[in-house]
């Protein structure tokens, strides 16, 4: 997702879970949370997977506002 007003990305989508595209969940992850491996030219977030497992996410066919913030909070407390 783009922020139009200052022209950098505010955060981007990830899938997670599901099988064959079904029952997979989605999340708004902000931009800043995932780091750059420049030896294999990707992005990666460190999450544990059993916390994208618990972490409420969203479904392809409800995608919140997107003027709103609704992020997965990567607080590991």
Request: aromatic content about 14%.
């Given at each position: 997702m783009l922020n139009v007003q200052y022209g950098k990305i505010e955060c981007i989508i990830i899938e997670f879970g599901g099988f064959m595209g079904l029952g997979e969940k989605l999340f708004a992850v902000p931009f800043t949370a995932l780091q750059l491996n420049r030896h294999k030219q990707d992005f990666v977030l460190d999450v544990d997977k059993s916390f994208l497992e618990k972490a409420p996410g969203f479904d392809k066919d409800h995608w919140?506002?997107?003027?709103?913030?609704?992020?997965?909070?990567?607080?590991?407390?």
């Amino acid at each position: 997702m783009l922020n139009v007003q200052y022209g950098k990305i505010e955060c981007i989508i990830i899938e997670f879970g599901g099988f064959m595209g079904l029952g997979e969940k989605l999340f708004a992850v902000p931009f800043t949370a995932l780091q750059l491996n420049r030896h294999k030219q990707d992005f990666v977030l460190d999450v544990d997977k059993s916390f994208l497992e618990k972490a409420p996410g969203f479904d392809k066919d409800h995608w919140p506002e997107t003027n709103g913030h609704y992020f997965v909070s990567l607080d590991k407390d």
